[in-house]
């Protein structure tokens, strides 16, 4: 497999565990590579990665644009204005353009897939320039295995969050009642209306998204490659963290970045922790006590 002069970065964890906000966070950095909005509308013209360099040079604008109402998620309608700003997103429109999805199981095809995704992204790193290039996708999760066998050296970076507020985040966004729980196989929505509990659902995807990462990472021929971090550790101290991860990946230092990022209004405060019915606990007792977790170390 052809090796790129520029460091590939995976980021995983279960969904709302904080991998767009660790995403974003790096993406401020100026060596920072990543795929865009502009991309997942052109996923097969990896070239509109060098749109990144408009949010270079408009840092404010970048700033309003990535974190709008103080926080890295961004959902909802927006002015056409924001939507044409480059903004680093998730990778799932370019892996299934590739054929990543189709080829999952299929080792002679997973091969082919693989050369395609290192051809693309290949091109997306000349074209956007920098030093790394940063994937962030939920995908990241069931396709690991092929995505450091298309780029052996990729580094990757495993965020975990305190999976009491991740079931509660869960419960509230508009995307949660389609997801494939790929564990139950159906959706959310069927959950419910099979009479079961919508929050155990929530609960038992966090585990089953934990454990199925930490059953890969294991296998990781590299395991140094890899760098876990905690949410609740980004949140308390982003100068901190994100010196740790960027040292991992072999990013440039660059104290006023630190500086800058840590600084960005993220809307993820300590505060209450939220209240949960008794059967999130029941679910995620032994996996939370395993991570270290005590009772409702941390909220959103």
Sequence with gaps: MKQHDRQVVLIVGA???????????????PDVNYLSNWNRRFPRI???ARLRQVPVRRVARRDQVWFPGANAY???????RDRLFPMPVEA???????????????????????ELVSRRLGAAMRSGGGTHLVLKCVANNAH?????????????????????????????VDWWQDVD?????????????????????????????????QHTLRAIARPHFVHSLRYEDLVRDPATALHSVSTH?????????????AALPT???????????PIVDEVQADLLTALGYQPHEFSS
């Design 92 to 114: 799932d429109a370019f892996y299934a353009a590739c054929g990543l999805y189709e080829a999952a199981g299929d080792e002679a095809r997973r091969a082919t897939v693989g």
């Design 267 to 277: 809307g993820r405060k300590r505060g209450d922790a939220p209240v949960v019915p």
């Design 15 to 29: 969904p709302r565990s904080g991998t767009s906000l660790l995403y974003k966070l790096l993406c401020t950095h």
């Design 181 to 213: 729980l790929w564990w139950w196989r159906g959706t959310p929505r069927e959950w419910a209306a099979a009479g079961n509990d919508p929050m155990e659902a929530c609960a038992r995807h966090w585990v089953a998204e934990v454990e199925r990462l």
């Design 46 to 48: 990896p070239q509109l």
């Design 249 to 261: 990946i072999g990013l440039r230092s660059e104290p006023a970045w630190l500086a800058q990022a």
């Design 74 to 80: 961004v959902a909802g309608e927006r002015p056409w």
């Design 144 to 172: 690991l295995d092929a995505l450091t066998a298309a780029f052996p050296e990729a580094r990757i970076v495993d965020i975990t969050r305190d999976g009491r507020d991740v079931a509660s985040s869960l419960a509230t």
